[in-house]
């Protein structure tokens, strides 16, 4: 029987996990991983080198995990991390008595001291850690991991940024270490509390049994796999140029640009609050579109950080709020880089089966990478201590080559991550395109509506906004508003649809429902196939053409003109010829004319002549008018027709005079002026009549025979019906702009 905990139990445990982080948030913050302690060792009057080696203690002792991830698997992840986290807590106290040490023995041995307490807390985390990975792979289900990673950094973030305030407060308020001692007392106290929440968490069970098959220590397949080297180099590159700068930037802002220690530690508020602003997003966006772009957009982002910081004033009244600014900007770097690469892991790059070795792997390399990084970074500091001046715009001080370095290296990881497959995801264009397309703000804020939405109606008028906003951001919740349980939000999604671009997973949603049995949605599904324009959409709609209905057949018919499907144009004049229900009829001819059929002419002058409908001899009118060119002037012309028939029809008859004057016999152009004259004094039946007398006298060698055909059936009905079918004169009319004398 399986020992893992079902997804109901871990969706339970989340917020117990988020609680515990958060907790300690407080913890990191006040101990050996903010600037807080950097800070800390810098009043100990330690060198770059020494707080580059005491630093490099926390990632180096990662290495145990290769060595004690089968004890902990067996132990049981959560029993582990409870117990060495616990003691960790313990071990960090031990910085309290620091002071007494430095009082009683002098520096040199306050540093040996500090160096054995940061050991012991290495020690005792990396097996913590060791147990972490696994375990969090195991209690968050990976279709909320971005998510739950986003909402668990928002809550860390604000607990990080009060956190922080606080910090600043007590250091600008107190001297020497006393404020140190206190921030410390109260980060252990919170890394109790954040054991203490863990506890709640499910998961984590001992695995005493590993002689099953796929179940053993196999570190041969990890070694072998090429996405998880691929994974492992890109995140170490970063890892050893992106350490350092975390460790030291503090005293960059401190010895370079001008800031006191508690302004320094409040420069965390704004990464915290870049991190705050950017969480959700990057998480929704990993879950929906892929970890890989997300994680590639935050290294673009993260590269960019160390020109900002080369470029920035210093010791001037704008340098804090520009660091302020840098801090936001690296805050929305860091998250997208922290979701993205972490979802990557657990999601893409380690196989659940294989978690144990895969994560001992992955912690033991960022632990050596992250060692050296440390170890690199104080030294170089160190050796370049006496730079100094100014090359052309740029800053020369010693942290100039972390920084050059800060550029380069994120890039090489680019690359390297680039090369990642992802089954699930978009590329980094199509990922950008996503956001640029359509109205992303009104798509965001109907989308959040949307969910919020708690009847009907409001559904209804949110999905109609999604449609609106033509956004592909918004194309999960229209595919979820496709498969709601209520018919007029069913409906509304189709007609939203309609209003996109064509989306894959939109046009098969829509080919799903054109084929179903609902026949009310499976109407409208053809018009709307029709509407966006995606031709996958077309064998689809040609095999609905054999529909049992109707109305299928019919708005199927039109779907398959306004696509422009060349192809079935002989079946649908074929249905023509033999239809004898009119609304068939008239989708038929209409996608004809979509089609410009030219062979359809006859057929449709037939049923032009036939048809009692007025609305409807006006559409196989503009079919006819499609198959000569330039719809526009047809529609143009009807729309001025029905202002004034008279000045209208006038109007493009004088234009005609013009164009064939000194061109055609002498007779015609006085016969044109007779006949624009009549129509302008509203004579319509005697100007109508006059306009047959006219197309009998016009030459046609230069129309092509369908433009020829359509005038000979136009001459027909104005001399005998004049007026009373002004379908057929504006049909003449459009003939005679578009083709005659082109």
């Known amino acids: 029987m399986s ?63 290769l060595f004690v991830a089968p004890a902990v698997e067996r132990f049981g992840y959560k029993r582990t991390y409870l117990t060495f986290f616990g003691v960790r807590n313990v071990a960090a106290a031990g910085l309290l008595l620091t002071p007494w040490v430095l009082s009683h023995y002098g520096s040199q041995a306050a540093l040996l001291y500090v160096a054995v307490i940061v050991a012991l807390f290495a020690m005792l ?46 250091l600008a308020r107190t001297q020497g270490l006393t404020g140190f001692m206190i921030l410390i007392g109260a980060g ?35 070694i072998r796999d090429r ?29 370079q640009v001008g800031l006191d220690a508690s302004k320094v530690v409040w420069l965390q508020t704004g990464t915290l ?62 998250m997208g880089w922290g979701i993205g690469s972490g979802r990557l892991l657990y999601v893409r790059i380690v196989p659940p089966d294989k978690r144990t070795d895969y994560m001992a792997l992955y912690y033991a390399w960022i632990g050596i990478v992250g060692g050296v990084s440390q170890l690199m970074g104080g030294r170089i500091l160190d050796y370049t201590q006496g730079l100094s001046g100014q090359f052309f715009f740029l800053p020369v001080d010693p942290f100039l080559p972390l920084f050059l370095a800060g550029v380069v290296l994120p890039m090489v990881s ?53 449609g609106q906003a033509k956004s592909p951001l918004t194309v999960e919740e229209l595919l979820e508003a496709l498969a709601d349980p209520r018919f007029n939000v069913r409906f509304e999604a189709i007609i939203s649809i309609a209003r996109m671009v064509p989306d894959p997973r939109l046009t098969a949603a829509l080919i799903q429902i054109l084929e179903g049995t609902e026949l009310a949605l499976t109407v409208v599904a053809a018009w709307a196939l029709g509407r966006i324009g995606d031709p996958a959409a077309i064998p689809a709609l040609r095999r609905a053409l054999d529909s049992d209905y109707r109305s299928v057949r019919a708005h199927s018919a039109r779907a398959l ?64 008018g499609r198959i000569v060119g330039e719809e526009h002037n047809f529609i143009q012309l009807v729309r001025q027709v029905r202002g004034d028939a008279g000045t209208a029809m006038a109007q493009a008859v004088a234009s005609l005079k013009r164009r064939v004057e000194k061109r055609v016999n002498a007779g015609l ?38 433009s020829v055909a359509i005038l000979a059936e136009c001459r027909v009905h104005l001399a005998q019906d004049g007026a009373d079918r002004m379908e057929y004169a504006i049909l003449a009319l459009h003939v005679l702009q578009v083709d005659w004398l082109q």
């Open 3 to 65: 020992t893992e905990p079902t997804t109901v139990e871990k969706l339970r445990g989340l917020r117990w996990s988020i609680i515990s982080n958060a907790m300690n948030t407080v913890f990191v913050q006040f101990t050996f991983f903010g600037s807080v302690f950097v800070l800390f060792l810098d009043a100990l009057g330690l060198s770059k080198t020494q707080m580059g080696f005491l630093l490099s203690l926390l990632p180096f002792f990662g290495l145990v995990a």
């Open 125 to 170: 985390r990396a097996v913590g850690v060791t147990a972490s990975f696994p375990w969090v792979q195991e209690y968050v289900p990976n279709n909320v991991r971005g998510k739950y990673t986003a909402t668990n950094n928002i809550f860390t973030t604000l607990t990080g940024f009060v956190a922080v305030t606080v910090a600043g407060f007590v």
């Open 188 to 222: 252990v106290v919170f890394g109790l509390i954040s054991v203490a929440f863990a506890a709640l968490i499910p998961g984590g069970a001992p695995r005493a049994d590993q002689s099953r098959e796929g179940t053993g220590r196999d570190l041969g397949t990890a």
């Open 227 to 255: 996405d998880f080297l691929a994974y492992l180099a890109g995140v170490g590159l970063l890892t050893l140029v992106t350490v350092p700068l975390g460790s030291f930037l503090p005293l960059f802002m401190q010895e």
């Open 273 to 334: 609050l870049g991190s705050l602003l950017s969480s959700y997003l990057w998480g929704w966006a990993a879950d929906r579109y892929g970890s890989i772009p997300v994680t590639l957009y935050g290294l673009s982002l993260r590269a960019l950080l160390p020109i900002c910081w080369m470029l920035m004033p210093r010791h001037s009244d704008w340098s804090l709020h520009v660091a302020l600014g840098i801090a936001l900007l690296q805050g929305i770097a860091d």
């Open 414 to 466: 680019f690359l390297l991550l680039r090369s990642v497959h992802e089954e699930a995801g978009v590329g980094m264009g199509e990922f950008a395109g996503i956001f640029l397309r359509g109205n992303p703000f009104l798509a965001m804020s109907s989308m959040i509506r949307y969910h919020l939405a708690k009847d009907e109606h409001a559904t209804v008028l949110m999905t109609e906004r999604l």
């Open 561 to 624: 003109g306004a696509l422009g499907d060349r192809e079935i144009a002989p079946l649908l004049l074929e249905r023509l010829l033999h239809e004898e229900d009119k609304g068939l009829q008239m989708a038929y001819a209409s996608a004809l004319g979509n089609l410009q059929a030219v062979e359809a002419t006859g057929p449709l002058l037939q049923l032009l002549d036939t048809m009692a409908n007025e609305g409807a001899r006006l559409e196989l009118a503009l079919s006819l």
């Open 669 to 706: 152009p006085a016969a044109l002026d007779a006949c624009a004259d009549l129509l302008a004094r509203n004579n319509l039946a005697a100007g109508t009549r006059q306009l047959a007398q006219i197309l009998e006298r016009l030459p046609t060698d230069s129309l092509h025979p369908w």
